[in-house]
């Protein structure tokens, strides 16, 4: 049916130019997959009926003034509620909702409802016994305990997102693995983890985890410092896994990426920007041992054009590479980027400070680039002038698909910068007196990417 093709607003509108648009503006089809976001201020008798009749089954809630079990006893049939950000949300008024089994709830976000405690996790233990997803991040006061209550009664769990849960530790993992003596089997068909700055966990959590979560595909342990090499050993064997991110943590080294290169993963992303101990020796175990990577972010490490030597020939399935603010990488890095990662669809670049024009004209005849980040890249206050600042604009040239992203710091100021061609952003950039046709004429050197002039 056409209406499934509008936008929200307009699948409302089209209902009141006559009765039969309405009907068929009624259809479930029309509706399918569509979220209601909802502002419960005040009863509304006709809201849930409406909603059940175009058979919308997912709500996020963006004020909650009204009793949550309006919404439950309003929607039995619920199979997504969104609650992220309701910061008046208390376990008294969740306990009030989930008084009976709801089967077909199968998504919970409950992110930054900072009053949920461990109680509200035994309620949907025991009422959501069918949930796959459930989000948790900024739920500051759930502990190991609100874990084990998970690990006892969601079986079902695919995706749990527990970011900056900071009292949990080693033991809450171990419950989640089903490692502990506790009677819980665990949540054994997770397949999504979420750790992200949870300061308490160790390379024990890493050990339960790879003994006991051996489904899991996307692993998020980024700013978990008490995470070390030796973590990495216990993570290595994991063939199941897909995307493991490292982000800042401070204590990972060549020595961790040696363990997992010598392991039998299997990983198509790898994130360990931030990680200061990461050198060259880490670019040439991933060459031997991680070589299927597609995604590789390496921002801010201590990288140089070496490394990038030793890596590159091996590489061949990387799509996108980031190596923002990696200030020792210059034009030959970027050459040798471009002549052996030809399937690149992006980059990064944002803050490579040893990088020219020259470097640049090389990356930018990758076949198939269609991402390139350019923040603060050789940018100074003079060559700023040059350039008209329109902000959080991102160009798209026609006839293109690459996207040139230049942020830029200048004077104080953060923007970004407008330019019509990549030619015409180097010349800005790099000026060197006269270009044929002028800096913007249309006339690219580029016909991989631009087309012909």
């Known amino acids: 049916m056409i209406f499934s093709y509008l936008d929200v607003r307009d699948k409302g509108r089209v209902a009141q130019v006559c009765a039969a648009w309405r009907d068929a503006s009624y259809h479930k089809s029309v509706w399918r997959g569509v979220e209601a976001k909802l502002h419960l201020r005040r009863a509304n008798p006709s809201l849930f009926p409406s909603l059940q009749a175009r058979g919308i089954r997912r709500v996020q809630i963006l004020s909650l003034r009204r009793s949550l079990s309006y919404v439950i006893q309003g929607m039995p049939n619920i199979e997504s509620l969104n609650l992220s950000g309701c910061y008046n949300l208390t376990d008294n008024g969740l306990g009030h909702a989930f008084v009976q089994e709801i089967p077909s709830l199968r998504v919970l976000n409950l992110s930054l409802c900072k009053q949920i405690t461990d109680s509200s996790l035994g309620r949907i233990a025991q009422y959501l016994k069918n949930l796959e997803v459930l989000e948790l991040g900024g739920c500051s006061n759930i ?50 983890l979420t750790l992200q700055d949870c300061q308490k966990l160790t390379d024990l959590s890493l050990k339960h985890t790879s003994k006991g979560l051996t489904k899991l595909k996307v692993l998020n342990l980024s700013f978990c410092g ?144 269609k991402v390139l980040n350019l923040g603060l890249w050789q940018m100074t206050e003079s060559h700023a002038e040059k350039v008209r600042p329109t902000p959080n604009h991102t160009h798209e040239p026609a006839g293109s698909e690459v996207r040139a992203v230049w942020g830029l710091k200048a004077s104080g100021m953060n923007a970004s910068l407008r330019v019509d061609s990549m030619d015409c952003l180097l010349n800005q950039a790099y000026p060197t007196g006269s270009t044929e046709g002028g800096p913007c004429s249309g006339q690219h050197r580029f016909p991989a990417l631009w087309g012909k002039g």
């Not at 969601?154 to 530790?169: F, I, T």
């Not at 597609?294 to 201590?302: D, E, G, R």
Request: proline share 1%.
């Open 226 to 369: 008490g995470i070390s090499d030796a973590g990495m050993i216990h993570l290595s064997p994991m063939s199941s896994l897909w995307t493991l991110n490292l982000r800042s943590c401070d204590n990972i080294s060549d020595t961790g990426i040696m363990h997992l290169a010598m392991g039998t993963l299997r990983l198509s992303g790898l994130d360990v920007s931030f990680c200061d101990k990461i050198g060259d020796q880490s670019l040439a175990y991933i060459a031997q041992g991680l070589y299927q990577l597609k995604s590789l972010s390496l921002c801010s490490c201590h990288i140089s054009d070496d490394g990038i030597n030793r890596m590159v020939r091996q590489m061949h399935e990387l799509r996108t590479l980031n190596i923002g603010q990696c200030v020792r990488i210059t034009d030959k890095g970027l050459e040798l980027i471009a002549d052996h990662l030809t399937q690149l669809t992006g980059i990064d670049l944002y803050g490579c400070t040893k990088i020219t024009k020259r470097g640049l004209e090389r990356i930018t005849q990758l076949p198939c680039l």
């Open 143 to 192: 502990t190991n305990t609100g874990l084990l209550l998970i690990a006892w009664g969601l079986h079902r769990l695919k995706s749990l997102n527990l970011r900056s849960c900071r009292h949990v530790s080693d033991v809450g993992i171990g419950h989640l693995a089903g490692m502990t003596r506790s009677a819980a089997e665990g949540c054994l068909n997770l397949e999504y």
